[in-house]
């Protein structure tokens, strides 16, 4: 197994399930904190079960989260979610899910058949003033039981509870709107007055992270090579604001770890996997769109909150 975060440990605890012995690659140390949303989507707790997982995961007293507010420049609208979803950092997400690994060895192993490959999205080059950055950081303050999302000026903030009383603030910019605010995330949350006022009772606990350039992209259709699997971000990077993306890594890693446990045929784990994700990855790459061109703060107004959600999430019964 390369890499260790939620694709690839996952893979590796389900390979070593499924009786294989496993080593898993990894070049960084664990735990750690790292840009990301954040948000479990109630759908995780089936997988994380399965994986043995889901008690330790409640000793750590995720934050509980029951309704998702959109911010839009002209428009907002609040919907209560189909079930409640957690806040959990990705610090102990990752300590948690890496604990129950057989190996981790803290350098890169060359591609070999039956590899896992979850070590994260491609690096691409991309012309400088159209990139994408992400930032993220923890503050503390009152929290409340509900997920927001703001949308303005081409960016993405979305703000949620996670454990010890603590609220994860994350998102991503267009490298133009962020250079207006001198690369500060502090700046570009406040020219948003539902961000600012969102933000203003909350002191920031940690320094800024930053990742980037983000190209969104899937490989849904790789083709079978070497019997490698590939799993997580490095198969299919999806829209963070979706909220499925810690489920989409899990349910890819999983498929990954069994696959290649069972020396599947590759092409059968991606063709499971273009069957759980395929929607999810197109209709967030529609609402991306909308959500650039402005017809966002229009049309999903008058979408039902329920079906918002449900049409972003993996289909579990493929």
Avoid at 20 to 34: C, G, I, M, N, W
Avoid at 135 to 144: I, L, N, V
Avoid at 256 to 279: K, Q, T
């Amino acid at each position: 197994m390369i890499g260790g975060g939620p694709a690839g440990s996952a893979a590796a605890i389900a390979a070593q399930q499924a009786g294989a012995a496993v080593t898993l690659y990894e070049q960084s140390r664990f735990p750690r904190h790292k840009v990301c949303g954040e948000y479990l989507s109630p759908e995780v707790e089936p997988v994380l079960r399965d994986l043995g997982v889901w008690d330790e995961l409640m000793v750590r007293q995720p934050h509980r989260l029951k309704r998702l507010v959109l911010h839009f420049p002209r428009s907002t609208k609040r919907a209560g979610l189909p079930e409640p979803a957690w806040g959990l950092s990705r610090h102990a997400l990752d300590h948690l899910l890496i604990g129950g690994v057989h190996c981790v060895v803290r350098e890169r192993a060359a591609d070999t058949p039956g590899a896992v490959i979850a070590a994260g999205r491609r690096i691409e080059r991309q012309p400088a003033g159209s990139r994408q950055f992400g930032f993220k950081a923890h503050f503390t303050g009152p929290s409340t039981d509900t997920i927001e999302l703001f949308f303005f000026d081409g960016c993405y903030v979305g703000v949620n509870g996670v454990e010890q009383g603590r609220t994860n603030v994350c998102g991503l910019g267009p490298e133009d709107t962020l250079r207006r605010a001198g690369f500060q995330p502090d700046g570009l949350l406040a020219s948003f007055p539902p961000l600012r006022d969102r933000i203003a009772p909350l002191s920031r606990a940690m320094d800024w992270l930053t990742t980037g350039p983000l190209i969104y992209g899937q490989r849904l259709d790789a083709q079978a090579r070497a019997g490698v699997y590939l799993a997580g971000d490095a198969l299919s990077f999806v829209d963070p604001y979706t909220g499925s993306g810690m489920l989409s890594a899990l349910l890819s890693g999983v498929s990954a770890g069994r696959a290649a446990a069972a020396g599947e045929d590759p092409r059968a784990h991606y063709g499971r996997c273009s069957g759980m994700l395929r929607r999810a990855y197109l209709v967030s790459s529609l609402f991306r769109f909308a959500i650039r061109t402005g017809a966002a703060d229009l049309l999903l107004p008058l979408v039902p909150g329920r079906a918002l959600v449900s049409w972003t999430r993996p289909d579990r019964s493929r």
